[in-house]
C-alpha cells in the first residue's frame, strides 16, 4: 500500500556507466561527481555502489562530503567549491577532503588555517566559463603562492568548460589551447591537470587529464543534444513510474485540467496518472509531451498538477485502472521530456523532491 509514483534507481546501470567513462580515458582517473545528492539520485547510495571502483568523489561543499563521511564513504572527496569559509578548512582536511582554490580570499584563508597535516589543494584557472577562477595571467603569482604556502602538500590545474556539450563549438578546443598556455606560464609539465567533464570525456579526448570528472553521464543522460556514439550506449539509472488510477471518455469539445489548456478534438480516452510537480514532474511540461503507458507513447494533454497528470489513451488497445506509467527512465530519456519542459535532464532529476520513495535496484 503506497503511492503508485515511485523513483527507482539502478544502481548496476551506474556501475556500468562509470565503467564507460574509464575506458574511454583509460589513463586518466574518474572522479565520481555526487553533488547535489547525486544528481537527486541519492548521494550515500551512488557512492557505496561506487566507492570500490573511485579514487575520489566530488561534491560542491563541506555539509555534502560530512553526509558522505557519516554513512562511511572514506575515499578522498574534491569540493569542487572549495570552502565557503576559513573555519571549513580544518573540518575539511580533517575529513580528508580536497579543496578546489578560485579565489585570492580562499588562499589567505588557507595561509592562516590551523591544520594538522598539509592538503591537496586544486588550483582553479578560468579558462572562458567567467564564472570561477584565477584568470591566466594571474596563475603565476598564485601558483608559487600556493606552493610556498605549509598548508599544501601539492597542488592539481583544473578548468571548467562553458560549451563542451555543444558538439560543433570550437569554444572547448579553445579553452584547451589556453590552458595549455597556462602550463606553459608555469614551466611544469608534471603538475596533475583536470579539464573534462562529462561531454568531454564522452567527445574530446585530447582534454582527458590525470583527473576527469564525470557527473551526469554516471546518472546515465546524455550531456548533448544530439545522438553521440558514446553517449548513446548510457543506461539510465533514474526510472520515474507511476500508473494510471483513474479513465473516462469525454467529447470532443471538452477540456481536461485546471485552466482548460487542452481541449478534446475528437471523442477521447482519458487515463489520470497519479504523479505531478509535487513528486518532480515539471509543471511546464507542455501538451504532447510523451508518457510511456504500458511500453507505448501517449501524450501529456492539460496542465500538470500537484498530483496528478493526464494523458490521452485514445489510440491505445486498452488502457485501465493500475496500468503501468513511466515518466522518465531506460525506454523515454529524462533529457526528451526535459525538452517538452523546456529545461535539461540534469534539472529534472536533480530537483526531485522527497515525496515519491525511492528504491533501489541492484
Ligand atoms: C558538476 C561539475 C562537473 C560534472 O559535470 P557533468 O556535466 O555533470 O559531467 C564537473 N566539474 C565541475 C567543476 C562541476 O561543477
Not at 565503467?19 to 555526487?34: E, G, H, M, Y
Not at 556539450?165 to 589556453?178: E, F, G, K, P, V
Not at 550531456?223 to 494510471?244: G, N, R, T, W
Amino acid at each position: 500500500m503506497s503511492r503508485p509514483a515511485k523513483i527507482y534507481v539502478d544502481l548496476d546501470a551506474l556501475k556500468a556507466n562509470y565503467k564507460l567513462a574509464q575506458t574511454l580515458a583509460p589513463n586518466s582517473s574518474t572522479i565520481a561527481v555526487v553533488k547535489a545528492d547525486a544528481y537527486g539520485h541519492g548521494s550515500v547510495e551512488i557512492s557505496k555502489a561506487l566507492q570500490s571502483s573511485v579514487e575520489m568523489f566530488a561534491v560542491s561543499c563541506l555539509e555534502e562530503a560530512l553526509t558522505l563521511r557519516q554513512a562511511g564513504i572514506e575515499k578522498p572527496i574534491l569540493l569542487l567549491e572549495g570552502c565557503f569559509s576559513a573555519d571549513e578548512i580544518p573540518i575539511a582536511s580533517e575529513h580528508n577532503c580536497q579543496i578546489v582554490i578560485h579565489n585570492q580570499e580562499q588562499i589567505e584563508a588557507l595561509e592562516n588555517a590551523a591544520i594538522h597535516r598539509p592538503m591537496p589543494v586544486w588550483l582553479k584557472i578560468d579558462t572562458g566559463m567567467h564564472r570561477l577562477g584565477f584568470a591566466p595571467e594571474a596563475l603565476q603569482r598564485v601558483y608559487s603562492q600556493l606552493q610556498r604556502c605549509q598548508q599544501v602538500s601539492n597542488i592539481v590545474l583544473m578548468s571548467h568548460f562553458s560549451h563542451a556539450d555543444d558538439l560543433a563549438s570550437t569554444s572547448a578546443q579553445r579553452q584547451i589551447n589556453m590552458f595549455e598556455q597556462c602550463l606553459d606560464t608555469i614551466h611544469t609539465k608534471d603538475i596533475p591537470i583536470s579539464l573534462a567533464n562529462s561531454a568531454a570525456i564522452l567527445a574530446r579526448p585530447n582534454s582527458h587529464g590525470d583527473w576527469n570528472r564525470a557527473g551526469i553521464m554516471l546518472y546515465g543522460l546524455s550531456p548533448f543534444l544530439e545522438p553521440q556514439k558514446y553517449a548513446d550506449k548510457l543506461q539510465a539509472v533514474m526510472s520515474f513510474e507511476s500508473s494510471i488510477i483513474a479513465v473516462r471518455w469525454i467529447n470532443a469539445g471538452e477540456s481536461v485540467g485546471y485552466g482548460d489548456t487542452w481541449t478534446a478534438k475528437r471523442r477521447s480516452l482519458i487515463a489520470t496518472i497519479a504523479v505531478g510537480y509535487g513528486d518532480g514532474y515539471p509543471r511546464t511540461a507542455k501538451s504532447g509531451t510523451p508518457v510511456l503507458v504500458n511500453h507505448q507513447r501517449v501524450c501529456l494533454v492539460g496542465r500538470v498538477s500537484m498530483d496528478l497528470i493526464s494523458v490521452d489513451v485514445t489510440d491505445l488497445k486498452e488502457a485501465k485502472v493500475g496500468d503501468h506509467v513511466e515518466l522518465w527512465g531506460k525506454n523515454l530519456s529524462a533529457n526528451e521530456v526535459a525538452k517538452w519542459a523546456g529545461t535539461i535532464g540534469y534539472e529534472l532529476v536533480t530537483r526531485m523532491p522527497k515525496r515519491a520513495q525511492r528504491l533501489i535496484k541492484s
